[in-house]
């Protein structure tokens, strides 16, 4: 009952990331949450592979040229849960070294999680601060505001 039935990536705070302190990105910091059947932010065991994507314009699947070979990462053992969690975030936080992204560049971060009882989940995010071209639809309504286009 309270397995993991999705995997998501977290749209906040998974980005482009420097971890030295300097201004040049070292790679991908990801923060992945595991949810229950009541959507609730549980922990799982099992493994993880992250790949990364260009970001593409105005298509249905926006991933473009993989940037990198995938990364692969296991939780399934208590030092690797103890290394990963974050009890503030609820979240497991993993680096992801990449030498070809930019702060100015858009990507797709995809994550596959595989629980150790064998079912796999996904899910996907767009990150970086590249700016939307003019002809790239950007939804600037709030979530709270009705839509009046209905």
């Not at 397995?3 to 990536?9: D, E, F, N, Q, S």
């Amino acid at each position: 009952m309270f397995a993991p039935r999705a995997v998501k990536l977290h749209p906040v705070f998974t980005k482009i990331a420097s971890w030295s302190g300097d201004e040049r990105p070292e790679g991908v910091e990801a923060l992945v949450e595991l949810r229950d059947q009541f959507d609730d932010t549980c922990k799982g065991a099992g493994s993880l592979v992250f790949e990364l994507f260009e970001y593409r314009t105005n298509q249905p699947d926006p991933r473009g040229k993989r940037i990198s070979n995938p990364w692969q990462a296991d939780i399934a053992t208590v030092d690797q849960q103890r290394e990963r969690w974050s009890k503030t975030s609820r979240c497991y936080t993993f680096r992801l070294a990449a030498d070809k992204v930019a702060t100015t560049g858009r990507y797709v971060l995809t994550v596959s999680f595989t629980p150790t009882n064998g079912s796999r989940l996904f899910d996907r995010v767009v990150i970086g601060s590249g700016k939307p071209t003019e002809s790239e639809p950007v939804n600037d309504t709030p979530l709270d505001t009705p839509d009046k286009s209905r």
